[in-house]
C-alpha cells in the first residue's frame, strides 16, 4: 500500500497542532496537582455540631489546585510559588533545595518542548513545500526530541510532587490527617500527557514521510 505524503503531512499538521494547543493549556492552567480537603472539614471538631456551626461563619476551606507557577485556593486568590532560580539570599533545608531544583527543570523543559514545537513547525512546513528528505529528517527529529524533552517534565513534576508530599507528611508528622485529604492530579496534566503522545506521533509522521520520498526519490532514479 503507497503512502501519500499528502495524508502524512495532513496528519503531521493535525497531531502537531494538538500538540501544541495542549501543551499551552496545560503549562497555563492550574490543575495540575489538586488537594480535597472536604472530608477532612466535614469530619473535623464543631462539623457534627449544626448549632455551632450555623452561629458562626463559615471557615475558609483549605482545598486548593497547583499548577506550574502558583497554587490556589478555592475562595481566595492565587499565589505564586517560590522562584526556583533564586536561592541564594533564602535559608531552606536540603531537601527544599532538592525540591526547588526540580521546580526549576520542568518549569524549563516543558516551555523549552513548545519551543522546539514552533521550530518543527517551521520546518515541517517548509520540508513538505519543498519535498525536502534533510528538512523532513530534521523536522522529524526535533518532534521526536520535542516529546522526549515534554516526558522529561512531566516525569519530573510526577517525582516533584511525590516529594513534596513526603516534605509535608514529615513536616504535619501525623499520617491519619492527610489519609482524610483527597490529593490527585487534575487535567491539566493529563493535557500534557495527551500532548507528548501527539507529539510523538508528528515526530513519526515526519520520519515516515522522510523515508517515502527517500523510496520515491530511489524508484525515479531507476526507472
Given at each position: 500500500?503507497?503512502?501519500?505524503?499528502?495524508?502524512?503531512?495532513?496528519?503531521?499538521?493535525?497531531?502537531?497542532?494538538?500538540?501544541?494547543?495542549?501543551?499551552?493549556?496545560?503549562?497555563?492552567?492550574?490543575?495540575?496537582?489538586i488537594?480535597?480537603?472536604?472530608?477532612?472539614?466535614r469530619?473535623?471538631?464543631?462539623?457534627?455540631?449544626?448549632?455551632?456551626?450555623a452561629?458562626?461563619?463559615?471557615?475558609?476551606?483549605?482545598?486548593?489546585?497547583?499548577?506550574?507557577?502558583?497554587?490556589?485556593?478555592?475562595?481566595?486568590?492565587?499565589?505564586?510559588?517560590?522562584?526556583?532560580?533564586?536561592?541564594?539570599?533564602?535559608?531552606?533545608?536540603?531537601s527544599?533545595?532538592?525540591?526547588?531544583?526540580?521546580?526549576?527543570?520542568?518549569?524549563?523543559?516543558?516551555?523549552?518542548?513548545?519551543?522546539?514545537?514552533?521550530?518543527?513547525?517551521?520546518t515541517?512546513?517548509?520540508?513538505?513545500?519543498?519535498?525536502?528528505y534533510?528538512?523532513?529528517?530534521?523536522?522529524?527529529?526535533?518532534?521526536?526530541?520535542?516529546?522526549?524533552?515534554?516526558l522529561?517534565?512531566?516525569?519530573?513534576?510526577?517525582?516533584?510532587?511525590?516529594a513534596?508530599?513526603?516534605?509535608?507528611?514529615?513536616?504535619?508528622?501525623?499520617?491519619?490527617?492527610?489519609?482524610?485529604?483527597?490529593?490527585?492530579?487534575?487535567?491539566?496534566?493529563?493535557?500534557?500527557?495527551i500532548?507528548?503522545?501527539?507529539?510523538?506521533?508528528?515526530?513519526?509522521?515526519?520520519?515516515?514521510?522522510?523515508?517515502?520520498l527517500?523510496?520515491?526519490?530511489?524508484?525515479?532514479?531507476?526507472?
Amino acid at each position: 500500500m503507497r503512502v501519500r505524503l499528502g495524508a502524512l503531512a495532513g496528519s503531521a499538521a493535525l497531531t502537531g497542532a494538538l500538540s501544541f494547543v495542549l501543551l499551552a493549556a496545560a503549562i497555563g492552567t492550574d490543575f495540575w496537582y489538586i488537594i480535597d480537603t472536604e472530608r477532612l472539614e466535614r469530619s473535623g471538631p464543631g462539623a457534627q455540631d449544626p448549632l455551632r456551626t450555623a452561629n458562626r461563619s463559615q471557615p475558609e476551606s483549605l482545598s486548593s489546585h497547583s499548577g506550574l507557577w502558583r497554587t490556589c485556593r478555592v475562595q481566595s486568590s492565587c499565589t505564586p510559588l517560590m522562584n526556583p532560580f533564586w536561592q541564594e539570599n533564602v535559608t531552606v533545608s536540603d531537601s527544599s533545595k532538592q525540591l526547588l531544583t526540580m521546580h526549576g527543570t520542568f518549569v524549563i523543559l516543558l516551555p523549552l518542548s513548545l519551543i522546539l514545537m514552533v521550530f518543527g513547525g517551521m520546518t515541517g512546513f517548509l520540508s513538505f513545500l519543498l519535498q525536502a528528505y534533510l528538512l523532513l529528517l530534521l523536522t522529524g527529529t526535533l518532534f521526536l526530541f520535542g516529546a522526549l524533552v515534554t516526558l522529561t517534565g512531566i516525569s519530573v513534576y510526577i517525582a516533584y510532587s511525590a516529594a513534596a508530599f513526603r516534605e509535608a507528611l514529615c513536616l504535619l508528622g501525623e499520617r491519619a490527617l492527610l489519609d482524610q485529604v483527597d490529593i490527585r492530579f487534575g487535567w491539566s496534566l493529563a493535557l500534557g500527557c495527551i500532548s507528548f503522545i501527539s507529539e510523538l506521533f508528528t515526530g513519526v509522521a515526519f520520519m515516515v514521510a522522510a523515508r517515502v520520498l527517500s523510496l520515491r526519490r530511489r524508484q525515479d532514479q531507476a526507472i
